[in-house]
């Protein structure tokens, strides 16, 4: 389980690289979403996250944070669930890239953030090309760090 939640962590900053260079390569803002998802969750839970001022800063950084849990959290899970075996690595870039889109995607929907149905190409690519390089890089870490005689399949 550790040694998913280092590998999750390095796919979270594959992630945001990935992301960030998006954001430079084709000049567009970015995403609001960490924030709106902090809003509505903290809505949610009736937290107070100061004045208007202090409680966007507080969004940015929790929804920042919120990104690594879930990236660290499912690395986490998929090194419990897969125990000390190495998986291919295309296999665990689709599971762990689909499984952490597929979340992120479900919860903006959940919480009435962003309709991913109502999507363009151009969202769907700039949501999945981060998802994989994600994926891709999460699964590389796991395999790095399990012994080499421990193949799945």
Same mark, same amino acid.
């Given at each position: 389980?550790?040694?998913? *939640?280092?590998?999750? *962590?390095?796919?979270?900053?594959?992630?945001?690289?990935?992301?960030?260079? +998006?954001? *430079? &390569?084709?000049?567009?803002?970015? /995403? /609001?979403?960490?924030?709106?998802?902090?809003?509505? @969750?903290?809505?949610?839970? %009736?937290? !107070? @996250?100061?004045?208007?001022?202090?409680?966007?800063?507080?969004? /940015?950084? @929790?929804g920042?944070?919120?990104?690594?849990? $879930?990236?660290?959290? #499912?690395? #986490?899970?998929?090194?419990?669930?897969?125990?000390?075996?190495?998986?291919?690595? #295309? &296999?665990?870039?689709?599971?762990?890239g689909?499984?952490?889109m597929?979340?992120?995607?479900? =919860?903006?929907? &959940?919480?009435?953030?962003? +309709?991913?149905?109502?999507?363009?190409? =151009? +969202?769907?690519?700039? !949501? @999945? $090309?981060? %998802?994989?390089?994600?994926?891709?890089? #999460?699964?590389?870490?796991?395999?790095?760090?399990?012994?080499? /005689?421990?193949?799945?399949?």
């Open positions: 389980m550790v040694d998913g *939640a280092i590998a999750g *962590a390095v796919g979270s900053a594959a992630l945001n690289v990935v992301s960030y260079l +998006d954001v *430079a &390569v084709r000049a567009r803002p970015t /995403s /609001s979403t960490p924030e709106e998802t902090v809003g509505r @969750l903290a809505g949610l839970a %009736h937290v !107070d @996250l100061g004045p208007e001022d202090r409680a966007a800063n507080r969004r /940015s950084g @929790l920042a944070v919120l990104g690594y849990a $879930v990236g660290i959290g #499912a690395g #986490a899970v998929l090194g419990a669930l897969a125990g000390t075996r190495r998986m291919p690595l #295309a &296999v665990g870039t689709a599971l762990l689909g499984a952490t597929a979340t992120t995607d479900a =919860s903006l929907a &959940v919480l009435r953030i962003s +309709d991913p149905r109502t999507w363009r190409r =151009s +969202d769907w690519m700039a !949501d @999945l $090309v981060p %998802h994989l390089a994600y994926g891709m890089a #999460a699964a590389a870490t796991l395999n790095r760090l399990r012994p080499p /005689s421990a193949r799945c399949g």
